[in-house]
């Protein structure tokens, strides 16, 4: 790889950067493969282009459980075409300097933008829209969700 000053693409999840609740064993993997990318580029990069894709939400048996539990990431994660995903790949696969960070929308470049320089405001928006899923009953009927929606509920009245 080094010899051949290759490429390492590792596909991550918008999660890396706005992490959401109820989902924290996927969501914990997220940044330490982008750690692990930037351990990578510390270590080889001078040789080796290291980039990470973004995606938001690609549709995969992965999501089937936490949809079944009532914990759909619907109305939280947009869902991506897996072609946008694979399309974000080979734009950064043949660039004559690989690209550190690749979002597959322009939706997801403002969120990677806004988790990197403004985390405290990207915070604010994941709570604010896990509580309008929870005003809306969509984490009702989901009892992984039970204490978050009571506590929400008890703080709103």
Same mark, same amino acid.
């Given at each position: 790889?080094?010899?051949?000053?290759?490429?390492?693409?590792?596909?991550?999840?918008?999660?890396?950067?706005?992490?959401?609740?109820?989902?924290?064993?996927?969501?914990?993997?997220?940044?330490a493969l982008v750690?692990?990318?930037?351990?990578?580029?510390?270590?080889?990069?001078?040789?080796?282009?290291?980039?990470?894709?973004?995606?938001?939400?690609?549709?995969?048996?992965?999501?089937?459980?936490?949809?079944?539990?009532?914990l759909s990431l619907?109305?939280?994660?947009?869902?991506?075409?897996?072609?946008?995903?694979?399309?974000?790949?080979?734009?950064?696969?043949?660039?004559?300097? #690989?690209? @550190?960070? =690749?979002?597959? +929308?322009?939706? !997801? $470049?403002?969120?990677?933008?806004?988790?990197?320089? *403004? %985390?405290?405001? #990207?915070? @604010?928006? =994941?709570?604010? +829209?896990?509580? !309008? $899923?929870?005003?809306?009953?969509?984490?009702?009927? *989901? %009892?992984?969700? #039970?204490?978050?929606?009571r506590r929400h509920?008890?703080?709103?009245?």
């Open positions: 790889m080094v010899a051949a000053r290759g490429r390492v693409i590792f596909v991550a999840s918008r999660m890396a950067v706005l992490p959401l609740p109820l989902a924290a064993a996927y969501g914990v993997s997220k940044p750690a692990y990318a930037d351990a990578l580029r510390h270590e080889v990069g001078t040789h080796v282009g290291v980039s990470v894709v973004y995606p938001s939400m690609v549709a995969s048996p992965i999501h089937d459980s936490t949809a079944e539990a009532g619907g109305g939280v994660s947009r869902l991506e075409p897996v072609d946008g995903v694979v399309a974000a790949i080979l734009r950064a696969a043949p660039a004559r300097r #690989a690209p @550190r960070d =690749v979002a597959t +929308t322009t939706r !997801g $470049r403002l969120e990677l933008a806004l988790a990197r320089h *403004a %985390p405290a405001l #990207a915070d @604010r928006m =994941v709570r604010r +829209t896990v509580a !309008g $899923r929870i005003a809306a009953g969509d984490l009702d009927g *989901a %009892p992984l969700a #039970a204490g978050m929606v509920r008890d703080a709103t009245g």
